[in-house]
């Protein structure tokens, strides 16, 4: 591929149909699980740290997306747990411990489903906070790359990864080390995680939404609150999931 903005086209555009074309069988049954934690009356939770949490963000408070969703952060830990801000920092994802408490700050029933993003899928929270989850008996989704995960070791005392415990494990496509276009000295540029997740992410959704429809229930889905009538809509929806969901910060 060359350097340029027409390689990086051509390669997102090939990654993506890959994983359209691959993913097809995992977005569905991810589709199943959290369809029937929403009849359930269950939230879907979304969680991912650095760039992966784009894929929270992408499933959790949007317009056109679901409106029981909940977005899980680091930054919980300040704006909910009453941390330091200073406690914040690029090597906090690595931190196990930090899965609990933001689990236990997370309005969380046990109906409700989990989707985790981390694109290497083996720093110390992400892995803990999928062992939390399944330990309280959560169905679990994972987005990650099969082929970054793979060539890694895992940062948790456990050895395990992401992937180990998920019910449902979606591959986003991406290289090991993400970027797709090499450089002349080495290295490469042009990440392409946060495109086929965020993919995978809306693709989850859609068929989320057609499940519902199919089985003649009226799926509760945002509309863009800068449209006529989006807050009182949207207002309504959250209303039935008071104290539950948080469209984060």
Same mark, same amino acid.
């Given at each position: 591929?060359?350097?340029? /903005? ?9 990654? @993506? $149909? !890959? ?22 009356? =269950?939230?879907? %939770? ?14 959790? =408070? ?28 690029? #090597?906090?994802? !690595? ?27 083996? $720093?110390?929270? @992400? ?6 989850? #399944?330990? !309280?008996? %959560? /169905? ?20 395990? #990864? ?9 591959? $986003?496509? /991406? ?42 229930? #009226? ?31």
């Amino acid at each position: 591929m060359t350097l340029s /903005a027409e390689g990086y086209l051509a390669v997102v555009t090939e990654t @993506m $149909n !890959r994983v359209a074309t691959t993913q097809r069988e995992a977005v569905g049954r991810a589709a199943d699980l959290i369809a029937d934690a929403i009849r359930a009356d =269950g939230v879907v %939770h979304a969680f991912g740290t650095g760039h992966s949490e784009a894929l929270a963000m992408e499933i959790a =408070g949007r317009a056109g997306g679901l409106a029981p969703t909940n977005r899980i952060a680091l930054r919980d830990l300040v704006l909910h747990g009453g941390e330091p801000a200073d406690v914040l920092g690029p #090597k906090l994802e !690595r931190d196990p411990q930090v899965a609990h408490r933001l689990y236990e700050l997370a309005p969380v029933r046990p109906q409700d489903v989990f989707v985790l993003a981390s694109n290497s899928g083996v $720093n110390g929270a @992400m892995v803990e906070f999928a062992s939390v989850v #399944k330990d !309280r008996g %959560h /169905a679990l989704i994972a987005i990650t790359s099969a082929q970054h995960s793979g060539q890694m070791t895992s940062r948790h005392p456990s050895g395990r #990864k992401l992937a180990d415990f998920a019910d449902v494990v979606l591959d $986003n496509g /991406a290289p090991y080390g993400d970027a797709t276009l090499p450089l002349p000295e080495g290295g490469a540029v042009g990440a392409v995680s946060s495109i086929t997740a965020a993919l995978l992410g809306q693709q989850i959704t859609v068929e989320v939404v057609a499940r519902l429809l199919a089985a003649g229930e #009226k799926p509760p889905v945002y509309l863009s609150a800068n449209i006529a009538g989006g807050d009182e809509h949207n207002d309504a929806l959250e209303a039935r999931y008071a104290g539950r969901i948080r469209r984060g910060a």
